[in-house]
């Protein structure tokens, strides 16, 4: 791996790891519950079933996924809840999605244009930017599903 990338592996792996722990500890009961104006499970499946917003170019076929895309992107709530298990299959895979772009990157490719980012902001991003956004994407939706859990009394995350 490059050592521009490399940074940002330690990260997508360590949020990533995260909020598969979160996904596992979360109480049952609290698993279909709204925090941060989404409930609690959607925003785990959010930030796992985005990995691809943030990863691949256009024309690429998006990851098959278990609910639509309006669910993913927080466009609307979904009443019937996946197990958490369901939810740690999404991770996996998208995980390993990201993996896969951040092995693949060169040190050059980091300062080009990222077409697939840039075309769904409506800007021009680099790849180490998206990367940028990728990460903290994820450890914005850590800190969302932690502050549930320590409203709570359990021990958080970070």
Not at 100 to 108: G, I, K, N, V
Request: charged share 25%; proline share 5%; with cysteine.
């Amino acid at each position: 791996m490059n050592k521009i990338a490399a940074p940002f592996k330690v990260h997508f792996d360590r949020v990533y790891g995260m909020l598969e722990a979160l996904t596992e500890n979360c109480p049952d009961d609290l698993w279909g519950k709204k925090v941060g104006g989404f409930l609690y499970w959607q925003q785990l499946y959010h930030v796992f079933a985005l990995v691809d917003a943030f990863v691949e170019m256009p024309g690429k076929k998006p990851a098959d996924l278990p609910y639509p895309a309006e669910v993913a992107r927080l466009l609307r709530d979904e009443p019937q809840a996946p197990s958490k298990a369901e939810v740690l299959k999404v991770a996996k895979a998208m995980q390993a999605l990201g993996d896969s772009f951040l092995e693949s990157l060169t040190e050059e490719d980091m300062w080009k244009k990222h077409e697939g980012r840039s075309q769904r902001l409506g800007r021009d991003v680099n790849v180490h930017e998206a990367l940028l956004l990728l990460v903290g994407h994820g450890y914005y939706h850590v800190g969302i599903c932690d502050s549930a859990l320590r409203d709570r009394g359990i021990k958080g995350m970070m």
